[in-house]
């Protein structure tokens, strides 16, 4: 431990001082020749005596009060091994703050996140990263997108199902042995869209752009720009007229420079640690239709660090200001509808009666309306056959 610039006594001079002492000195007259006083002499004769270290005690106190439970601790630890969760994912699991969790993983010693493997749990080589970050202003002001070319699964489960021992690179999954995951990727909001599709053509391309543009105005945003690489399907003149059209400024990163695109590459990353190689798939197909489960737990329940430990819905205003929407809405039609009666009646309206009428419709028709809004959200993912809750997918087989 480094010495404060006025200290008197280092670790070798409380050696000689407990020296000198040993050797028939007085206590007093040692204190005076170092520059200390009697006390302070006194104190490190002491522990030279019993044997203790002659540097600084550290200044964590001996007992915390209130510190973590052991029990606590260890539900944390296993928590993060069994599930790969980050500290904010772990505070809402374990119920512990995710900094609290986070010291706890870095007081054990478990490796980092970026450092393992989502399945096997082993370590792996950990790629560089970069400090340099940036964010827009409002959603849908820039929409990263990329592709990126994923092995199907072969019937029955790869390698990570049935062992490194059947691994036969002979046997495919049934035409193509490689898939292409198009990701798309709010820069503000982080909210994703991803579609798994057979190849990464012009007009697969140009139909994936059209079909994302369409849900992220769905919920309310207006896509101004869309970053992607220098790849054929995004060079094509039908993908350009396709972003023409709908007012949309496209805009291409430097050759061979992919972290000008690094958040939509980023989010390839999540896909392949949480959803592609997040457990032991039986085959292609399952895989395949945990996709659209994923995302919505993505977007709608998994905390992200990015948008201060909410969803990335959360960033959306017409998302996370639907009691507010809801509230105006039906403030409106509510207002409508009793000014209508008073006129019939040849009634006289007050301020505070307009006011009284405003904050009614406000209880009644918010909680109706996100209640309606939370259920078609969830009776669309039924139709279109994914499982309800992300959890039970990848909770089955970890």
């Not at 001079?13 to 302070?40: D, N, Y």
């Not at 992220?216 to 992607?228: Q, S």
């Not at 992200?304 to 809405?329: D, E, K, T, W, Y």
């Not at 669309?380 to 039970?392: I, K, N, Q, Y």
């Amino acid at each position: 431990m480094s010495q404060h610039p006025n200290a008197r006594l280092t670790p070798r001079g409380r050696e000689l001082l407990a020296s000198r002492v040993a050797g028939g000195e007085r206590v007093s007259a040692v204190a005076r020749q170092m520059g200390v006083s009697r006390q302070t002499a006194s104190k490190w004769l002491s522990r030279a005596r019993r044997g203790e270290p002659l540097s600084d005690r550290p200044r964590r106190p001996r007992r915390l009060a209130r510190s973590t439970p052991p029990e606590v601790e260890e539900a944390v630890c296993e928590a993060r091994s069994s599930m790969l969760l980050p500290p904010l994912a772990l505070a809402a699991v374990t119920g512990v703050p995710a900094r609290t969790c986070a010291r706890i993983v870095a007081r054990r010693g478990l490796p980092r996140l970026a450092d393992v493997d989502r399945v096997t749990g082993e370590a792996r080589r950990r790629g560089a990263a970069t400090p340099v970050r940036y964010e827009r202003e409002r959603p849908g002001e820039l929409l990263h997108v990329d592709v990126k070319k994923v092995a199907r699964i072969p019937d029955g489960g790869g390698w990570r199902a049935r062992g490194a021992s059947e691994l036969d690179h002979g046997r495919g999954s049934g035409g193509r042995r490689v898939a292409c995951l198009h990701v798309a990727v709010d820069d503000f909001s982080r909210v994703a869209y991803a579609e798994l599709l057979p190849d990464e053509r012009r007009g697969t391309c140009s139909a994936f752009m059209a079909r994302c543009l369409a849900f992220f105005a769905g919920l309310g945003v207006a896509v101004e720009r869309v970053m992607t690489d220098n790849g054929p399907g995004y060079r094509s003149r039908e993908l350009n007229a396709l972003l023409a059209a709908e007012g949309v400024r496209h805009i291409y990163t430097r050759p061979y420079s992919p972290w000008q695109n690094g958040k939509v590459e980023r989010m390839n990353r999540t896909l392949a640690q949480e959803w592609q190689y997040g457990r032991a798939w039986d085959g292609e197909a399952e895989r395949a239709d945990a996709l659209p489960a994923y995302l919505e737990h993505y977007n709608w329940s998994r905390p992200h660090s990015a948008c201060g430990g909410l969803p990335p819905m959360s960033r959306i205003v017409g998302v996370n200001n639907l009691l507010a929407h809801n509230a105006l809405f039906g403030a409106t039609m509510s207002l409508t509808a009793f000014i209508s009666r008073a006129q019939t009646r040849d009634l006289t309206l007050s301020a505070a009666d307009v006011a009284r009428a405003v904050l009614l419709s406000v209880f009644e028709i918010t909680v109706l309306r996100f209640v309606l809004d939370v259920t078609r959200m969830r009776a669309s993912l039924v139709r279109r056959g994914a499982p309800m809750h992300w959890e039970t997918v990848t909770r089955k087989k970890l």
